[in-house]
């Protein structure tokens, strides 16, 4: 009898539990949504001196996103709201908000990172960030980036950030922002290119040329486009392409430039296979050669020492006893 009723009151005990735990549950979120928000934490999650944004921004746009933030409770603080609006922000990746049962509302903001700035051929400009999102420049803080010029008549200065990966074909066959990001992300990540290239150039044709900061020739790496209809692999095949031509100049660079003046080529084109075709400068002159240093005669000169003995040497003469 003791043993069924044991076994009787074991569930109704786990039962009474379980209920006993979420009416806490219930009563701790009932009061937790009663609490005054009293204090607003934001933390900025930006590259390392990259600085569109910043903590006082943040703080700005979560107060301007409510009637009231500090003091409401935090059960009328729209989350949703807030994190919308931060998102909206052309500079802003990601947005987290959230609070605590001490009444702080967390705030955490994920600055992009761009990698590449595109002026068009009417002046307007756009950023694309190394995620391959779009996004607007800002009166704040201008990015030290490769810089892309020429033919070009790309529509998202005007628009808001957009995710080039998933560009529709109908965009994607007017544009080239998905080919000026896969170059800028290949001279990004090689710290080689990186250091050397800051300008590139593309013509009406789709061209692309590269501008080192030194030297002043102008290296062709032609058009950025595969041949595969799948987008993932078209990727893959354009930076394949990219990277092969690149490897090439590397090699010209490591082996053909040091026997050169730098100053000698206009053009240096990789988009033929396995060469490298230069193209010199029509008024370059070469620096003089220098001038044979003069032979010089070695004279050996040898000095006779001879040694004087005190009798020699009326000073040290010997003095005569007296």
Not at 52 to 60: K, L, M, Q, S
Not at 96 to 115: A, C, F, S, W
């Amino acid at each position: 009898m003791k043993q069924k009723l044991q076994r009787l009151l074991r569930p109704a005990g786990i039962i009474l539990g379980a209920l006993v735990i979420v009416g806490l549950l219930a009563f701790s979120a009932r009061s937790t949504n009663t609490t005054p928000v009293k204090e607003l934490a934001v933390e900025v999650d930006a590259p390392e001196g990259v600085h569109f944004i910043d903590d006082n921004a943040v703080r700005e746009q979560v107060l301007a996103a409510s009637d009231a933030v500090i003091g409401a409770p935090i059960g009328d603080v729209d989350l949703v709201a807030i994190e919308e609006g931060l998102r909206h922000i052309g500079c802003v990746a990601k947005a987290n908000v959230y609070h605590t049962m001490d009444g702080t509302l967390h705030v955490k903001v994920k600055q992009r990172e761009p990698i590449v700035r595109v002026i068009n051929a009417d002046g307007s400009s756009f950023y694309i960030d190394r995620e391959g999102w779009t996004m607007p420049l800002s009166d704040n803080y201008t990015a030290r980036v490769l810089v892309v010029t020429g033919a070009l008549f790309e529509p998202f200065a005007q628009l808001p950030p957009m995710d080039l990966n998933v560009l529709g074909d109908s965009l994607r066959q007017i544009t080239r922002s998905d080919e000026i990001f896969q170059l800028a992300s290949t001279v990004v990540t090689d710290p080689v290119w990186n250091a050397l290239f800051d300008n590139a150039t593309v013509d009406a044709v789709g061209e692309f040329e590269l501008v080192p900061r030194i030297g002043g020739q102008r290296v062709k790496v032609g058009r950025l486009q595969g041949t595969s209809p799948e987008m993932k692999e078209n990727v893959r095949e354009t930076r394949e392409l990219l990277t092969a031509r690149l490897n090439k100049l590397r090699a010209f660079y490591q082996q053909g430039m040091p026997q050169s003046d730098w100053r000698m080529y206009s053009t240096i084109d990789t988009r033929f296979a396995d060469q490298v075709v230069c193209t010199r400068r029509a008024d370059y002159r070469a620096p003089p050669k220098p001038k044979p240093a003069p032979a010089t005669s070695t004279t050996t000169t040898q000095n006779t020492v001879r040694a004087q003995t005190p009798e020699s040497h009326p000073g040290l003469a010997p003095q005569q006893a007296h």
